[in-house]
């Protein structure tokens, strides 16, 4: 069964405190991988898709990677702004298989 | 650019009433359509699918239905509303079965 694990669940930093995220996932052919940051009462937007072991994507503060088994988010010297839900997702059977997400709180 | 429009944002119903939500998508020709549920803390509940107009495909049982009457609009649907109806409802679009997909902005529903 394609499964997409996430964690920790939520993950609480001060201002500039630079940590990662994790995204574990067990799906049979991998087809991309996809990261989304989700704000409170709004629906998730896209940040990132990798396909393949090795690769890596940046936007601003954010880096993620992927290995055969998981994928990192990487965020550097956040920002309060960056508080948010980041959400991982992978395509399996035609559909997407989301994680439940980790909440970040950047403290000021 | 392609946009897609989610409504109302809010939405408080009886039980036993009945819904429509409406989702719409601009800037792209026979997308996939995607209706979702998120219930408080917990993550996706993909509800049903659509590759094309008058196709559906459900994912799991319930009282809800979705019907997509135009290449870009997508509906979702009860004939009476149950207090477990009530949730975070996400509509969404992609090119193709395994592209990203992209969100509106949700519907919030409660039932009394």
């Known amino acids: 069964e394609d499964q997409v694990t996430q964690s920790p669940e939520a993950l609480r930093l001060q201002e500039g405190e630079s940590s990662s995220l994790n995204c574990s996932y067990t799906?049979?052919?991998?087809?991309?991988l996809f990261w989304y940051r989700q704000d409170p009462g709004k629906g998730p937007e896209f940040l990132f898709t990798?396909?393949?072991a090795g690769e890596e994507k940046e936007k601003e503060r954010l880096k993620a990677t992927l290995t055969k088994k998981e994928s990192f988010l990487h965020i550097t010297a956040p920002k309060p702004e960056d508080s948010a839900t980041y959400l991982c997702?992978?395509?399996?059977?035609?559909?997407?298989?989301f994680g439940t997400g980790t909440r970040l709180t950047i403290i000021p | 650019s392609q946009t897609i429009h989610q409504w109302p944002a809010t939405l408080v119903q009886p039980v036993g009433s009945p819904l429509s939500l409406e989702c719409t998508v601009e800037g792209t020709s026979n997308p996939n359509l995607y209706w979702y549920r998120q219930a408080a803390g917990r993550g996706l509940q993909l509800l049903f699918y659509?590759?094309?107009?008058?196709?559906i495909s459900s994912e799991v049982p319930q009282n809800l239905s979705a019907s997509r009457p135009q290449d870009r609009q997508f509906i979702l649907s009860s004939k009476k509303l149950l207090l477990s109806d009530s949730g975070f409802y996400l509509c969404?679009?992609?090119?193709?079965?395994?592209?990203?997909?992209?969100f509106g902005d949700g519907t919030r529903l409660s039932i009394l």
């Open positions: 969404a679009w992609s090119v193709g079965p395994y592209q990203p997909q992209h």
């Open positions: 990798l396909y393949s």
């Open positions: 997702a992978v395509p399996a059977n035609e559909k997407l298989t």
């Open positions: 799906v049979s052919g991998l087809r991309g």
């Open positions: 659509s590759v094309g107009i008058g196709q």
